[in-house]
């Protein structure tokens, strides 16, 4: 078989350009193949009319640290490549309907900010916040660039991180727990009860008894012992970093190439195989599609073992979103801030609507917007059951898009003055650019209800990558699964030997 690579990436989302820049970085011939005609995935850019907008994540942690334990850190690092940043403080704001707080980094900012809304509920909050940074500094003694997702990982752990394993040894139990359970512990404060569901529903989509404790303890380390930052050019500017690793090294990547279908052969994969018919030979393919994707659009019903396909395609998904993007006149916002969480209402944050996450990233680049304007992306919880292209679609759009809009005007009160463009976006919108399972942002397995699958696939050398196979929505998730599977594919020896070129 004539190869036209040793690996070949399906989907240059992070976790697709992070597993196929690494592997190029390891030596192997590499290209990544990318239906769209712009790269990123769900991190992508797009401009219109002079305004410069991120089509999904907006919160950072640790881009300009250099000693930051953020996963996509150290792949940048690893790639010889950086992203300009500018650090901020607070996080954000939290408009609840009783109180606005805003969240600090500082620890001791937070723990006075929560006070003076809660007194009892902050000193809760201390012995939750010393469980989470206990569980970090364990963690962060083991890169994530040295993990690995095969039983080869073990004797990496024993011989070269056993300090590190013996200091997570106190805080085994958390590693399996939900933050629910932690908090059960110390919490009984209903506010900050609230407060740690919302938290760990922007991180996971689920609320705390759904979402592993590893998880908000990486969060909430890296927010309080690293810097919280914006890339300068937007979440695009990640993108083309790892491109110009993945190039650098040799890899390539292919935009406006669709893949229609894995080629399998007895048991083992051989390569893809185009919409316009060509077909791309490997010895190692990843796909970077949902794991609803992978397994009954790419892959036919017979490459994979009957019950595994049927439990596989089980899997719970988060649902979609409804995204409103906006440019605005920025005359007398001198004082505007550039993340915001709204929760309109008394009811269960995760009703589709109810919560609203806001990012006004020209509050940090001014180069994302036309002089004098800002840009301005809105977004939250949306079924995508019940959408179709139909005659009350445009009607529907707006109907739907209401409490965005209402969201924003918490923080811009003259918003519907201001607005000079405006961008609605939909599941199906959602479903269409990234190409994703009724648009949905990921796998929702609940905490101690399953795991999620990894990397591995029943096929051989047939990989998986991104927010299906480890817990987690974000960024840092979906860089971690990318390293994870480089590794899986390479000797450790050359994944030692990177980590050490590191320190």
Known sequence: MMQNADAIVIGSGIGGLVAGALLARYGKS?????????????????????????????????????????????VLDALGESV???????????????ATLPVYGNLEKYRSTISQISPQGAIELVELEKRFLALYEGLRGIPTLALRADWKLAPILISRYLPSLLKLLPNLGMIQASVGDLMDQTIRDPWVRRLIDLECFLLSGLKAHGTIAPEVA????????????????????????????????????????????????????????????EELLASIVISNATI????????????????????????????????????????????LTGHHVV??????????GNTCMISIPSVWDANLAPADHHVVHAYTLEPFDGWIKDSGYEE???????????????VIPDLSDRIVLELIGTPLTHARYLRRYQGTYGAGIPA????????????????????????????????????????????????????????
Request: hydrophobic residues 35%; charged residues 20%.
């Open 218 to 277: 990486f969060m909430f380390g890296e927010r309080t012992r690293s810097v919280i930052d914006y890339p300068i050019g937007g979440s695009g500017s990640i993108v083309d970093a790892l491109i110009r690793g993945l190039e650098k090294w040799g890899g390539t990547l292919r935009l406006g190439t669709h893949v229609e279908k894995i080629l399998v052969e007895s048991g083992k994969v051989r390569g893809v195989r185009l919409r316009n018919g």
């Open 343 to 352: 929760v309109h209402d008394d009811r269960d944050i995760t009703v589709p």
């Open 84 to 98: 300009e940043a500018v650090p901020y403080d607070p996080f954000g704001h939290y408009h609840f309907p009783d």
């Open 292 to 335: 609803w994707d992978t397994y009954s659009q790419l892959l036919e019903p017979n490459d994979l073992p009957k019950s595994y396909r049927q439990n596989a395609l089980k899997t719970p998904a988060i649902d979609s979103f409804m995204h409103l993007h906006l440019g605005i006149r920025a005359d007398g916002l001198a004082d």
């Open 448 to 503: 101690g209800q399953g795991l999620f699958p990894s990397c591995h696939t029943p096929i051989q050398n047939l990989y998986r990558v991104g927010d299906s196979t480890m817990p987690g929505i974000g960024v840092p998730a979906v860089a971690a699964s990318g390293i994870l599977c480089a590794n899986t594919i390479v000797d450790p020896a050359q994944t030692i030997e990177l980590v050490d070129l590191l320190k």
């Open 30 to 74: 590499v290209i990544v193949c990318e239906s769209h005609t712009i790269a990123g995935g769900a991190i992508h850019s797009f401009s219109r009319q002079g305004f410069h907008f991120d089509s999904g994540a907006s919160f950072y942690c640790g881009l300009s640290d250099p000693n930051s334990v953020n996963p996509l850190r150290q």
């Open 396 to 410: 529907k759009k707006k109907a739907r898009s209401h409490s965005l809009f209402k969201a924003v005007q918490k």
